[in-house]
């Protein structure tokens, strides 16, 4: 029926004048989706896009995935690796909100940031689970689809790697083609990593920290200092004296510890998936990882322990 009157046909002679159709069934069934003023249902009828769309954006994160492969397996080895992407977005944040309340003295702020990282870093772990039992056959089904694509060409983690201390201009340099991440990495290579706000903050508490730890290059890799070790050793001697400090270094270990088991999880993961193959950015793979998984990050907080 043209017009307007087809719409309106909600009685029952409408009904019995328009056999088949679905209207009045329909506007019913719409009907009662809509909850009553008043009751605990939640409301359903939005005029656009839910306010759960809005914010988080789920349309959009669910659509992201574009695999390169007929494997079914390339979709949970791409998506977990999109979920890491986004632990390590987490992980850059709360860092960086730690080192601003150090720079400001607000050790209280830096630890619950700290220790919500820990949490988060947790989590971080988990996402090896799905891919620490692929064996070489189920990745080889679809590795070649990644070409050069390698996991330490994510300019997030190395965000992460700098705000740990641990920097390298070299690698900026496979992000040149992108000038708004390439300027990122090049603001977070020269200002003080996490560890640096922490030197500072103890040579503002009266400890000697040596100038050419303060005053060091800071785009340069943080290397251990036998001078830092004791001042930590110091502090943990006299508990009652550096409680807040005890608290920010245990929270600091914590996270370092949890850096470390990341890094051997992805040795391991790495092993059972391709042995000692070069890796698909044309690193040494396996050896390359056992080399990172040695390093502590805040190793002073690590070494000082023996001398406690």
Do not use: C
């Amino acid at each position: 029926m043209p017009g307007g009157d087809r719409g309106s046909v909600t009685n029952t002679e409408g009904a019995d004048r328009y056999p088949g159709t679905h209207i009045e069934e329909t506007e019913m069934s719409h009907a009662s989706d809509v909850p009553e003023a008043g009751s605990e249902a939640p409301n359903l009828d939005f005029a656009g896009t839910t306010p759960y769309e809005d914010y988080v954006q789920a349309d959009v994160l669910t659509h992201l995935q574009h695999p390169r492969s007929d494997d079914p397996g390339e979709m949970v080895f791409l998506v977990t690796t999109q979920v890491m992407e986004l632990w390590f977005t987490v992980l850059v944040h709360e860092w960086e909100t730690a080192s601003r309340a150090l720079r400001e003295d607000r050790i209280p702020v830096a630890i619950d940031a700290l220790k919500r990282s820990v949490h988060e870093l947790e989590a971080l772990n988990a996402s090896w689970k799905p891919l620490g039992r692929l064996t070489p056959a189920q990745f080889n089904s679809y590795r070649a689809a990644l070409g050069e694509g390698s996991g330490f060409q994510s300019a997030m983690y190395r965000r992460m790697e700098f705000l740990l201390g641990d920097k390298s201009a070299s690698m900026l340099v496979p992000h040149r083609g992108a000038p708004r991440v390439h300027a990122e990495l090049e603001k977070a290579l020269q200002e003080p990593s996490l560890y640096d706000e922490v030197l500072r903050l103890l040579a503002r508490r009266g400890l000697p920290v040596p100038a050419d730890v303060l005053d060091r290059d800071l785009a340069q890799r943080y290397e251990s200092s036998r001078a830092v070790e004791e001042i930590w050793a110091g502090i943990y001697r006299e508990p009652d004296q550096h409680t807040e400090l005890i608290r920010l270094g245990e929270a600091l270990t914590d996270v370092g510890e949890l850096v470390w088991r990341w890094r051997n999880d992805h040795l391991v993961a790495t092993r059972r998936a391709m042995g000692s193959k070069t890796g698909t950015g044309g690193s040494a793979g396996v050896a390359w990882l056992e080399k990172r998984a040695t390093k502590n990050v805040f190793p002073e907080l690590w070494t000082a322990r023996s001398h406690v």
